[in-house]
């Protein structure tokens, strides 16, 4: 509805062009938006106060000109031009009643478009480093993440989804001597455990493989292992549990060798990895790549990002480090992107992925980290700019961790102290279309408390059992006209539709009518939560029409009209719940 008074509008536009009243280069897309208050009509635009100064005449005389210059349309009932040159639509009931046909027709692609004219995205997201299980804020980022792919998808961009693999560095070392010091426990060894190091039962799971399976070929004296270690933090300020786990990295290399510290390191990053891609497909989220960070030191792409930044005079070395320059781009202070002792570091492989994005042809480039890293986006913006690259094709959205509750009582979460719920926990417990659906309701940058009671409870109060039950309601409907030997083969075209006069069949053609407008603006704003919304809204008219009146009534033209809506106000409810990853059941 909103695309065909659009192309009215343009039609306006191009007559008045060739009568001479307006010289434009290129007519401009008309802003149209729906009117808050429907005295005002059923959309309104601004496009004669936009172009007033360039016609060199009033925005009201505009207004009118582009009015009189309309085609005639058996949607619109009459244009109204209001304040300073509005131009309001109000349209036909005839044109509320055609979209109920035009829904049944298109079925799963109603509320689909072609705005992103098949333009190459790439959206990266959740990106755990791989030092153990999915936890709970997690999800938030995997959901939020997810919906923002598929909908990007559903109005016509051609979308890469994609995981960044930190199967290198620190971390990595930290897990993976972690996982030969519990090793070396179940081999017989006394040890006190690294302060610093992983502490889950994971860790526990994974050395029990390692023991299982190769007994104590890894097998070296504990004695032997934290000899010349730096004092661990003793908790009164004493020691230094940073020096402690590196020298305890060290001694896991030098005494294992290549090889075997390659095979300990190895099985935990591909335990843990193999783990979260399976937790992910449980919870409906794929993706086209998983990149690996390691690939980029092998492939010469972080040497290579390092030597543009060298070509085009943004590094200095200094105290044996090379560093970024990146106060020439506002940055706080420098960043070290080779160490002192020859190693890059992360904020260089950083650049050099980026880098690779925009090499790869992608016109837009999203990533979905965690609030915790707001500090980060200018320097890797800077980066780009440094090496030359348009920084306005990267997109950092930030979303803040979700804080579970349950039973009112806030739940502790900590990877390294492997104190935390899991995301397939959570989907375990509360199930995986409340989990995704209650993700997706607040802004990704506004805190979310998520309730698992809440989420569990089969009531008006939770939002997915709300909406859910709505498209179930439908259903049940079908099921009584059955079960009753009414036939239910609604008439094709717009036929008896005229019988819905009642408000809440009103306000059901109208809402269903907004679906592909919501659907548009939460794609491009990368806002899913105004489907959410949306859907809530929807729900509530439907459940308030199914208790006002009954749908099996006797008179057959007036059966008619309400199946045929309700049918259309189900399957929109089925595509917006497809497109948030969630189910439409129907029997609840």
């Known amino acids: 509805m909103k695309q065909d008074i659009i192309e009215l509008i343009r039609d306006a536009l191009g ?180 302060s610093n190091g992983y502490k889950g039962d994971y860790v526990w799971d994974i050395a029990a493989t390692l023991h299982r399976e190769h007994g104590d070929a890894y097998r070296v004296a504990a004695d032997a292992v934290f000899a010349g270690v730096a004092a661990d933090d003793d908790g009164a300020g004493g020691g230094d549990k940073e020096a402690h786990i590196d020298d305890l990295i060290a001694a896991a290399k030098r005494l294992l060798g290549d090889n075997r510290y390659r095979f300990v390191f190895e099985l935990g990053l591909n335990t843990i990895l193999d783990d979260i891609r399976d937790d992910l497909a449980g919870f409906g989220v794929d993706y086209q790549e998983w990149y690996s960070e390691r690939t980029l030191t092998e492939s010469g792409a972080v040497n290579k990002a390092i030597e543009r930044l060298r070509a085009s005079g943004h590094v200095y070395e200094q105290n044996g480090a090379l560093w970024f320059r990146s106060t020439d781009f506002g940055d706080e202070k420098d960043r070290v992107v080779v160490r002192d002792n020859g190693q890059t570091t992360y904020f260089a492989s950083d650049i050099a992925y980026h880098m690779d994005k925009l090499e790869r042809g992608f016109e837009r480039v999203i990533d979905i980290w965690g609030a915790d890293h707001h500090g980060y986006v200018p320097r890797v913006k800077a980066a780009l700019e440094a090496l030359g690259d348009d920084a306005s094709r990267l997109e950092v959205l930030l979303v803040q961790f979700a804080i579970l509750y349950r039973g009112g009582e806030k739940a502790q979460m900590s990877t390294r102290s492997g104190e935390f719920v899991t995301l397939r926990q959570l989907r375990e417990e509360v199930g995986r279309d409340a989990a995704r659906f209650f993700y997706v309701m607040r802004r990704c940058e506004q805190h979310l408390d998520f309730d698992l009671d809440l989420a ?5 109060d939770n939002p997915v059992y709300y909406v859910q039950y709505a498209h179930a309601r439908v259903c049940s409907v079908l099921r ?31 809402s269903i009518g907004r679906y592909p407008e919501v659907v548009e603006g939460a794609a491009l704003k990368a806002e899913p939560h105004q489907l ?57």
């Open 456 to 460: 569990k409870s089969e009531s008006s």
């Open 15 to 194: 007559r008045l062009v060739a009568d001479g009243t307006l010289t434009l280069e290129a007519l401009p897309e008309p802003q149209l938006d729906r009117t808050r208050d429907p005295a005002h009509g059923d959309f309104a635009t601004n496009i004669a106060m936009v172009l007033a100064k360039q016609a060199r005449t009033k925005p009201r005389d505009l207004a009118q000109r582009l009015v009189e210059a309309l085609p005639t349309s058996a949607a619109v009932a009459r244009v109204e031009i209001a304040g300073p040159g509005f131009i309001n639509f109000f349209l036909t009931e005839a044109a509320y009643h055609a979209l109920v046909p035009q829904i049944m027709t298109a079925g799963p692609d109603y509320g689909r478009s072609q705005v992103g004219a098949g333009r190459r995205v790439q959206v990266e997201f959740v990106s755990a480093n791989p030092t153990g299980p999915l936890h709970v804020g997690h999800g938030r980022g995997a959901a939020y993440g997810s919906v923002v792919a598929d909908l990007l998808a559903a109005v016509g961009f051609d979308v890469h989804r994609e995981y960044y693999v930190n199967d290198a560095g620190r971390q990595m070392d930290i897990l993976g001597t972690s996982v030969w010091l519990r090793y070396l426990e179940l081999c017989g060894e006394e040890l006190t455990f690294p």
């Open 480 to 510: 009584q006209a059955a079960e009753r030997g009414i036939v239910v083969e609604p008439s094709a075209g717009t036929t008896h539709l005229d019988r819905l006069v009642e408000p809440q069949e009103q306000a059901l053609l109208r």
């Open 532 to 588: 959410t919304h949306y859907l809530r809204d929807l729900a509530n008219e439907l459940h308030t029409y199914y208790n006002a009146h009954q749908f099996l009534v006797d008179d057959a033209a007036l059966r008619d009209a309400r199946i045929k809506l309700i049918l259309a106000v189900r399957q929109v409810l089925r595509n917006g719940l497809g497109l948030l990853g969630v189910s439409a059941p129907e029997n609840m």
